[in-house]
């Protein structure tokens, strides 16, 4: 059965203390793997898309990498702003269906 | 300005009031999707589209219905609401399936 599970649920860091957000993924072909980010009350906002194991791409302070089972979301010396639900999706090669995680709410106190 | 435009933002109706919740995006983009969102359960993709007259079931699709008669919109239809289906409600669309635009969402409650 294709999933995606991230962790931790939630997250809180000091301004500046870096950290890694999680997603564990099975999925029957992967096509793509999508990091987006949610501010309350707002649709996610797309981030990354990482296609095929050992890629990465970087953005300000996020870095996104992934192997075969899993994706990381490093967050260097974040800042308050940087505060939101990061979600993980992954598209399904055979049948175009996505699947979220239940993503991780990050709080970063200055 | 590229957008998703999702109407209406907020809706309360009672069980069994049929409801279309509709989306409609300006990228010229064929695929197109509508995922609910519950705490503790992330989003969950209803239906999706990778073009005109052409739609499929994503995880949750009982109760829902969709159609694409055009490219640019794709709503989706509650024939019968019931309590359960109480939630957040995201439309999508992208390019071949990449990384997707969403609107700002409905928040629907059923009484």
């Known amino acids: 059965e294709d999933q995606v599970t991230q962790s931790p649920e939630a997250l809180r860091l000091q301004e500046g203390e870096s950290s890694s957000l999680n997603c564990s993924y099975t999925?029957?072909?992967?096509?793509?793997l999508f990091w987006y980010r949610q501010d309350p009350g707002k649709g996610p906002e797309f981030l990354f898309t990482?296609?095929?194991a050992g890629e990465e791409k970087e953005k300000e302070r996020l870095k996104a990498t992934l192997t075969k089972k899993e994706s990381f979301l490093h967050i260097t010396a974040p800042k308050p702003e940087d505060s939101a639900t990061y979600l993980c999706a992954v598209q399904s090669h055979n049948f175009n269906k996505f699947y979220f995680g239940s993503g991780t709410k990050l709080n970063v106190k200055p | 300005e590229a957008q998703v435009t999702q109407n209406p933002r907020y809706l309360i109706t009672v069980t069994g009031k049929k409801l279309t919740v509709t989306c409609s995006q300006n990228?010229?983009?064929?695929?197109m999707s509508w995922y609910r969102q519950d705490p503790g359960l992330g989003l969950r993709q209803i239906y999706y589209s990778m073009n005109v007259e052409v739609t499929d079931k994503g995880d949750v699709p009982e109760g829902y219905k969709v159609s694409r008669k055009e490219k640019r919109n794709f709503p989706l239809i509650l024939e019968s609401p019931s309590p359960n289906q109480t939630s957040l409600y995201f439309c999508a669309s992208s390019f071949r399936g990449a990384e997707a635009f969403f609107g700002q969402g409905t928040r629907l409650t059923v009484v």
């Open positions: 999925v029957s072909g992967l096509r793509g």
């Open positions: 990482l296609y095929s």
């Open positions: 990228m010229n983009h064929e695929y």
